[in-house]
């Protein structure tokens, strides 16, 4: 690294590992900038989840089994699919855990397909269309168990691990490019279910 340069999160991390000589201001630039990272993350997720509940408030079960065609996703599928990703990055891919839709009896609540790594994103037709849509309390209880858990590896994670690579060689980045995937794949998803709302009820209804 050369004098005066920003070190940016993956370089600091790298240099560290390989014991080479880090000032002390630019091991706190890097720390400064690893916070900044996962108050972004943290904020994302937060913002995500308001948009998501104002979505979801006052729709029926009718209303979130609803999809535009036989061949399209209903709100239902789109939140659970959004929770399961997040649920699969965060521990089994970043953790190397069992993911909370197995190991906190999710799917059984659910009364939907167990043992299904994929979170419903590479569903056939008929695999849609046999999806069982579960409760949508049930559904949010999942939800908010994911994200807390979420929340917690937040507040804990450490550079190094920002750095470190996935446990599934799937994906080809660091841990910190994972998150950033995440969060981009949630607010995504977050915009589809606002407009699945809005067309069985129309603008701000």
């Known amino acids: 690294m050369l004098k005066g ?18 000032t002390l ?14 108050e972004l993350i943290t904020k994302s ?3 995500s989840m308001g948009d998501v509940n104002k979505a979801l408030d006052g729709l029926t079960q009718q209303e979130v089994s609803w999809s ?14 959004m929770v399961r990703v997040e649920d699969m990055f965060v521990n089994r891919m970043i953790q190397g855990k069992a993911e909370l839709y197995e190991s906190a009896g999710w799917a059984g ?3 939907t397909p167990p043992g299904d790594s994929g979170g419903g994103g590479r569903y056939s037709l008929e695999q849609l269309q046999a999806w069982p849509v ?3 309390e049930t559904l949010q209880g999942y939800r908010n168990a994911v994200r807390n858990n979420t929340l917690s590896l937040l ?5 190094s691990k920002m750095d470190e690579l ?7 980045g660091s841990i910190g490019a994972l998150l950033s995937r995440m969060i981009t794949e949630i607010a995504e998803h977050s915009g589809q279910i606002a407009y699945l709302r809005g067309q069985q009820r129309g603008i701000n209804k």
């Open 5 to 22: 340069d920003t070190p940016d999160v993956g370089c600091s991390v790298a240099l560290l590992k390989a014991g080479q000589n880090v």
């Open 25 to 38: 201001e630019e091991y706190l630039n890097f720390r400064e900038v690893l916070m900044e990272a996962i």
């Open 45 to 47: 997720l937060e913002q």
């Open 68 to 81: 535009p065609k036989p061949d399209c996703n209903s709100i239902a599928f789109i939140l659970w699919h």
């Open 109 to 111: 609540k659910m009364g």
């Open 134 to 136: 579960p409760k949508l």
């Open 155 to 159: 507040k804990t994670i450490t550079p």
């Open 166 to 172: 996935p446990t599934s060689t799937r994906f080809p």
